[in-house]
Antibody, heavy 121, light 109 residues
Framework: EVQLVQSGAEVKKPGATMKVSCKVS????????MHWVQQAPGKGLEWMGLVDPEHGETIYAEKFQGRVTISADTSIDTAYMDLSSLRSEDTAVYYCATGSIAAAGHAFDIWGQGTMVTVSS | EIVMTQSPATLSVSPGERATLSCRAS??????LAWYQQRPGQAPRLLIYGASTRATGIPARFSGSGSGTEFTLTISSLQSEDFAVYYCQQYNNWPPELTFGGGTKVEIK
């Protein structure tokens, strides 16, 4: 079974750095890009960026550029998303997601369960 | 950045009725458009990609149409499990700056 299993909920102080992990199983980790999506409470979906696990290359959304780092550890089939200089507006559920359908481009057919991160003093 | 605008924000529909959701792109995205369903407390689920191709396991009552800047998701006969929020997403750019619409909530009338 194809699965993306994310790390658990976190509470962070303003100014801190968060790190969320996404463990892949059921497919070859390096076959597909891994993306990260933010969803603030009661709000919509916002794409943050991606990593190519095979080559380590990353692309970030302009909104998060400079604060986000996405990486991949192929030895343990796990992707990571770090977000620094946290502020209250970063309180959200963070999803990892990937697209395994060749004809579907960057449409995401596989999603993690989401990780809730709360930023509060 | 390509801005995706969905309408209406909320759609009130009775079970068994048809629901029509719209998504507009600020510039052409060709057919590089996906639709997702998100139920409360769950991750989004891919319904449609390529503007009109149903993803694996998606019931035939879901259909997508459009190209360029205007897209539609139609649910032909709403079932109880279809009451949810629906998002469109464009994936036309490379390097990608993927963008989602703000969502349409389909609620029970």
């Amino acid at each position: 079974e194809v699965q993306l299993v994310q790390s658990g909920a976190e509470v962070k102080k303003p100014g801190a750095t968060m790190k969320v992990s996404c463990k892949v199983s059921g497919y070859t980790f390096t076959d597909y890009y891994m993306h990260w999506v933010q969803q603030a409470p009661g709000k919509g979906l916002e794409w943050m960026g991606l990593v190519d696990p095979e080559h380590g290359e990353t692309i970030y959304a302009e909104k998060f550029q400079g604060r986000v780092t996405i990486s991949a550890d192929t030895s343990i089939d796990t992707a990571y998303m770090d977000l620094s200089s946290l502020r209250s507006e970063d309180t959200a559920v963070y999803y990892c997601a990937t697209g395994s359908i060749a004809a579907a481009g960057h449409a995401f057919d596989i999603w993690g369960q989401g990780t809730m991160v709360t930023v509060s003093s | 950045e390509i801005v995706m605008t969905q309408s209406p924000a909320t759609l009130s529909v009775s079970p068994g009725e048809r629901a029509t959701l719209s998504c507009r792109a600020s510039q052409s995205v060709s057919s590089n458009l996906a639709w997702y369903q998100q139920r409360p407390g769950q991750a989004p689920r891919l319904l449609i990609y390529g503007a009109s191709t149903r993803a694996t396991g998606i019931p035939a009552r879901f259909s997508g149409s459009g190209s360029g800047t205007e897209f539609t998701l139609t649910i032909s006969s709403l079932q109880s499990e279809d009451f949810a929020v629906y998002y469109c997403q464009q994936y036309n750019n490379w390097p990608p700056e993927l963008t989602f619409g703000g969502g349409t909530k389909v609620e029970i009338k």
